[in-house]
């Protein structure tokens, strides 16, 4: 079983939807939770930082964390075009906070 | 702005020669870190530094090598023994082990 998994779509949604992106793990060690946003040909961009469970929101970005489940998601209102990237979960934990565990990414596509 | 700048955005190798990547960031941080990002395999691990004048290998070391002799630069060293060495790869920087790690825009390096 890998650490991390993350299903890579690709997701595509109409404009104004509803978006729920969503990582699994398996080392319950993991406390430190990020979602990075990844334009083509970029860097990723940190979203979101999350520590052990409960949720976080920024605008129209809501992060959750159900470390029982080993389940995270991150949820995207009112998507926009703009909103077009892969999106990166990404987690740390253990005595190893140095070390990030990413998934695969998921790319999302917002139609007009 | 605070940031981490990495060059070229462009680099091409020859058979059997080394090429070095440049970092640099201007956000104070102490550990700096370099991925690897291969279409559908996620972020590796190549090295990372915590404090200046040291550094740890990370999951893919093999055929690369770095120095931190200052607290603002982190270059990575593609040698002749990276037989695959065409990626796209990413240099971040974090205040702290557990702090969220931030990201260049990155250089993709192909082979002549």
């Known amino acids: 079983q890998k650490e991390v998994e993350q299903d890579p779509g690709p997701l595509s949604v109409p404009e104004g939807a509803i978006v729920s992106l969503n990582c699994t793990y398996s080392n319950s060690a993991f406390q430190y939770f990020m979602w990075y946003r990844q334009y083509s040909r970029k860097g990723p961009e940190l979203l979101m930082y999350t520590y052990s469970s409960g949720n976080k929101e920024d605008g129209r970005f809501t992060a959750q964390v159900d470390k029982s489940s080993k389940y995270i998601s991150l949820f995207i209102r009112d998507s926009q075009p703009s909103d077009s990237a892969t999106y990166l979960c990404?987690?740390?934990?253990?005595?190893?906070?140095?070390?990030?565990?990413f998934g695969k990414g998921t790319l999302l596509t917002v139609n007009p | 702005d605070g940031g981490i700048t990495q060059s070229p955005k462009y680099l091409f190798r020859k058979e059997g020669q080394n090429v070095t990547l440049s970092c640099e960031q201007n956000?104070?941080?102490?550990?700096m870190y370099w991925y690897r990002q291969d279409p559908g395999q996620g972020l590796r691990l190549i090295y990372y530094?915590?404090?200046?004048?040291?550094?740890q290998k990370g999951d893919i070391a093999e055929g690369y090598s770095v120095s931190r002799e200052k607290k603002e630069s982190f270059p990575l060293t593609v040698t002749s023994a990276q037989k695959n060495p065409t990626a796209f790869y990413l240099c971040a920087s974090s205040s702290q082990g557990e702090q969220p790690q931030h990201f260049g825009d990155g250089t993709r390096l192909s082979i002549l």
């Open positions: 956000l104070n941080h102490d550990a």
């Open positions: 530094s915590q404090i200046v004048n040291d550094f």
């Open positions: 990404a987690m740390s934990g253990g005595g190893s906070n140095y070390k990030l565990t």
